[in-house]
């Protein structure tokens, strides 16, 4: 059985954990001590994890978070999602084929319920719940952050890549996985604040009181007052195929990558060009996966132009203006069929290509997790959002308007404590906005000395490479965040704004030896795509166009954030407009004749309980336009997810019919938001 464990890589440390041994459908797998059941069955190369009861479809993961269902497996006997449950040894892990065998009944004895209070409870602990918790610790507010992860973080605990926004209030330069680190330790820090990893908030009730599984025993907590940080989920899409095994959103993929250095693909597509897509891309190469391609249906990739440039500066094709057809395979994806689109996005005939891949990545727009906020204001508990859970936006805006937040919630606790000052809300605004204008090249005339080539042409919060450069030469002119870095003063050629750059948007050109061959400064973080002093690069222009090969004539490592400077000696014809140089091969991404092979022409709507577009269509037509009523017809939203995939999915499609948001009666959300056994509530917190 084949091992698809990641032995190599440029940013995270190979690390060799204690190893413990499971069964899978009789037969005895390893796993890492630690590790969940889906990573460890991926890590053999199992990815699919039973069959649908219904039209018996592939089942494997979706989310890796605990969102949807789509990973169950029985697990002593019991029905559990194999991406939150930790593998223990001699664990007895099954699929769920047809009807399982229950447990032997045991005699439950009825525990009473730790009811504990808290002025204020977190409910999530990534990028926002810990900076607001770090607040309320230095304002000694008494603080339980709940997190249904083993190791605090949320998303940044998957982002290997440097980040932007601020240096000073968001850590611009440094890696996701390390800020969260940091910012876990500062809250550690914190005598008055208490931190219940692996825990899980079920519910807000009536009463003012939240349901919360903590390590499966399950807990009443009374907060004054609730802050909700719980991030956001992935929504999916509709399309021919789409519930074939092999498709999955990118936290998924980052969690196996990111996290647990298990390899869920080796030709990887991704839907889907925003800074997510991107930048799951860019992961991709770094653990060593082909990228065969990028499909984003508008004429420009809606994420950071620097993000979106050095994909295709390293080999992988963009398909802007072009949308996904089908996925083609028999249970797991084999290719996918892309397509272009007109103006009113739909797919022009004649123009599909098909690529192979085995895997599909989605990354189409995330959801805020907002029930938590909405059920505690139904409840009356004073509640505040913060990060994804409040507006959708990147990590470093999250952080901060998690630090807002937390003095806003202290300051209800204590009045006396000072007013948030007035330009953090002016920087949080700047933080949270999305990519600006775009710029043609200023490039000087300049051809001596050494100075940088700034390939940044486009409005993004960041400012990392003013922040460092030691003669002051780098500068934001108007806005310190979201203007263009211009250089105007004199570089000692010391390649600190190449190396902290999160875009590698920066090279040095130094003509003080050569001037008809000047040395150009590169940087470089695929060291699992080994260069050497002495090889030849195919070099390439900021949209990835070939501009020769050229030999490499020496490379620096700089290990404080594991980025190489590539040296290389080209002529000064092409010393300004070199960026990169390319590491994946076209032949990756050539298209092949359509594959016929597709599980069905239905696009799936409902995963849970096989609903699928057409089906939703129909009862539209009759002029259904209740959520509750749709459910009972169909069953969708009435699987184990709760409807947290399909929901969305359903109003587009009201949408596309012309149906307006006040016209359609919501789901009624009913207690809990997390399936949990109903033992845990019966004894105590035991199974």
């Known amino acids: 059985m084949s091992n698809n464990r990641i032995v190599k890589h440029p940013i995270l440390p190979i690390k060799h954990s204690e190893k413990i041994f499971f069964y899978w459908n009789g037969k005895q797998l390893s796993a890492k001590k630690g590790e969940v059941i889906s990573s460890a ?58 009807l399982p065998v229950l447990p032997e009944t045991t005699k439950h004895i009825i525990n009473e319920v730790e009811e504990l209070e808290f002025d204020v409870l977190i409910i999530g602990g990534g990028p926002a719940g810990l900076s607001a918790a770090i607040q309320l610790g230095n304002h000694n507010i008494n603080t339980l952050i709940v997190d249904d992860k083993i190791q605090l973080g949320g998303k940044l605990v998957l982002q290997t890549h440097k980040f932007f926004g601020s240096v000073e209030d968001s850590f611009a330069g440094t890696r996701g996985n390390d800020i969260g680190r940091k910012l876990a330790k500062l809250v550690e820090e914190k005598d008055n604040i208490e931190v219940w990893p692996n825990s899980t908030a079920l519910y807000v009730y009536k009463d003012k009181k939240v349901g919360v599984l903590k390590n499966n025993i399950y807990k009443l907590i009374k907060p004054q007052i609730i802050l909700n940080t719980a991030g956001a989920r992935e929504k999916f899409l509709s399309f021919k195929g789409n519930s074939l095994a092999g498709i999955y959103g990118a936290g998924a993929f980052q969690t196996l990558v990111n996290r647990d250095l298990v390899s869920p693909a080796k030709r990887l597509f991704i839907v889907g060009g925003g800074n997510v897509g991107l930048i799951a891309g860019y992961h991709a190469l770094q653990a060593g996966i082909d990228v065969v391609g990028l499909v984003e249906v508008m004429p420009s990739c809606g994420g950071y132009k620097v993000h979106a440039d050095k994909l295709a500066r390293l080999g992988v094709p963009i398909f802007t203006s072009h949308t996904v057809a089908q996925a083609n395979g028999d249970e797991s994806v084999e290719s996918v069929t892309i397509a272009e689109v007109d103006k009113n996005f739909k797919p022009k005939q004649g123009t599909e290509k098909t690529i192979k891949c085995d895997t599909l990545l989605i990354a189409v727009g995330l959801e805020s997790v907002s029930e938590f906020a909405e059920e505690a204001k139904n409840a009356g508990i004073k509640v505040f959002s913060a990060g994804d859970a409040k507006e959708i936006a990147e990590a470093s805006s999250a952080m901060f308007n998690g630090k807002i937040a937390g003095v806003k919630v202290a300051k209800e606790i204590n009045p006396d404590i ?50 460092i450069c030691p003669t002051n030469s780098i500068n934001m002119e108007n ?59 195919l070099c390439v222009d900021i949209e990835g166009n070939e501009l020769g090969y050229f030999r490499i004539n020496n490379v620096l490592e700089i290990k404080s954030n594991k980025t190489q400077l590539i040296k290389l000696i080209v002529p000064k014809v092409l010393a300004k407009k070199i960026v990169s140089f390319r590491v994946q091969k076209s032949e990756v991404s050539r298209p092949v004749r359509k594959e016929e092979a597709i599980i069905s022409e239905s696009k799936m709507v409902c995963l849970c309980e096989r609903v699928t577009e057409e089906e939703i269509r129909k009862l539209i037509a009759k002029g259904i336009t209740d959520l509750n009523q749709i459910k009972a017809i169909t069953r969708a939203g009435m699987g184990p997810c709760g409807a947290k995939s399909c929901d969305s999915l359903i109003k587009q499609i009201f949408k596309q019919e012309g149906i307006e948001p006040d016209e359609i009666v919501e789901n009624t959300r009913r207690p809990i938001f997390v399936e949990v056994p109903l033992g845990i509530f019966a004894k105590g917190g035991k199974k």
Request: aromatic residues 8%; hydrophobic residues 35%; contains cysteine.
């Open 41 to 98: 069955l991926f890590a053999h190369d199992i990815k699919i994890f039973g069959h649908h009861p219904k039209d018996k479809s592939a089942q494997g993961i979706f989310c890796a978070n605990g969102q949807c269902a789509k990973c169950s497996v029985m697990v002593d006997g019991v029905s559990l999602k194999s991406c939150m449950t930790t593998v223990k040894a001699g664990m007895q892990v099954s699929s769920i084929e047809g």
């Open 418 to 467: 000072d007013d948030i000052p007035e330009n953090w809300y002016q920087k949080a605004e700047i933080l949270k906005k999305e990519a600006g204008r775009k710029y043609n090249y200023k490039i000087l005339d300049q051809e001596e000395g050494v100075f940088p080539i700034i390939h940044c042409l486009q409005e993004i919060p960041c400012n990392p490479c003013s922040t």
């Open 479 to 537: 806005d310190p965040l979201m203007d263009l870095p211009v250089y105007k003063g004199k570089c000692i050629g010391c390649g600190k704004c190449v190396t902290i750059c999160p875009g590698l948007a920066i090279t040095l050109v130094d003509y003080r030896e050569n001037q008809e061959f000047p040395k150009i400064t590169l940087p470089y973080e695929l060291s699992n795509y080994n260069v050497d002093a002495g090889d030849t690069a």
